[in-house]
């Protein structure tokens, strides 16, 4: 595992208690892509998703969080997006970044105050994969 990209991640998610959740309104402006998904899942400096789970399709995963193989049966699509979205919703304590969320947060470097990790867009893309690969 690669310190550097991991490190920056979780310099922008602070998984303090009680941040207020607001998730970015408005629906994305495409049609959902899984090779979109499958691009930002796979992108070790944008999203580290990998980094931490051992997700369906890919070689090599991580072991923090739990493997998504299966994810896609545990809820609805739209339960996945909040997840991802922002853990803190079901954990406040989680270790997992907050990827589609800008409150609440604390160290954000400069040029990414403001701005979510991943757009509206790049949460459904990564559902998309999720929902058709990891069953
Ligand atoms: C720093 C490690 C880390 C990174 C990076 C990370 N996660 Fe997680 N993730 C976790 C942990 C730990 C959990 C367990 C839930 C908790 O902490 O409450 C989790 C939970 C989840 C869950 C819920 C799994 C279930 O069984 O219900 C999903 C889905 C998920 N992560 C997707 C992602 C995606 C997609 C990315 C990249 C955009 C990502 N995670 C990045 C650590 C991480």
Do not use: K
């Not at 499958?38 to 998703?49: D, I, K, V, W, Y």
């Not at 193989?69 to 304590?93: C, E, K, S, T, Y």
Request: aromatic letters at 4%.
């Amino acid at each position: 595992m690669r310190a550097a990209p991991l490190g920056a991640l979780l310099a922008l998610a602070c998984w303090c208690a009680g941040a207020a959740a607001q998730l970015p309104a408005g629906p994305a402006q495409d049609v959902a892509s899984i090779e979109r998904g499958r691009a930002l899942l796979a992108n070790r400096h944008e999203t580290g998703c990998v980094l931490c789970h051992v997700v369906p399709g890919f070689a090599a995963g991580g072991e923090l969080g739990p493997s998504l193989a299966g994810v896609a049966q545990r809820g609805a699509a739209a339960q996945l997006r909040q997840r991802i979205a922002d853990a803190r919703q079901f954990n406040p304590h989680t270790i997992m970044p907050v990827y589609g969320n800008v409150s609440g947060l604390q160290s954000v470097a400069p040029a990414y105050q403001g701005q979510p990790v991943l757009s509206a867009q790049g949460l459904d893309d990564i559902v998309a994969y999720l929902m058709a690969v990891a069953r």
